[in-house]
């Protein structure tokens, strides 16, 4: 199943405390079993200004959707290609 990255444009995200990024993985977590078993979040990363998260799904239809549902923006989602680290150089 593809993976994919999401960019979020979140002011101040960076800001969020335990208890809010709490609240909304919760949140998240509640949509995501509303869709169903197709699409899965792996994890996210919070910058200052944004969130990248990485989920599994079938296609961007079913992000857009679970983003719709949350009220919280999917500014760029882009399907990984390949993934690489150290141990590609070896």
């Not at 405390?17 to 509303?34: I, K």
Request: with cysteine; proline share 7%; glycine share 4%.
């Amino acid at each position: 199943m593809p993976k994919f990255v999401i960019e979020r444009e979140i002011p101040n995200a960076g800001d969020l405390t335990a208890e809010q990024l709490q609240g909304t993985s919760d949140a998240s977590c509640c949509v995501l079993r509303e869709l169903g078993p197709t699409i899965q979040w792996v994890e996210s990363y919070v910058t200052d200004n944004k969130i990248y998260c990485v989920y599994i799904a079938p296609n961007k239809d079913i992000i857009e959707q679970h983003a719709a549902k949350m009220e919280i923006p999917a500014n760029q989602i882009n399907q990984v290609k390949a993934i690489i680290d150290p141990t590609t150089a070896e």
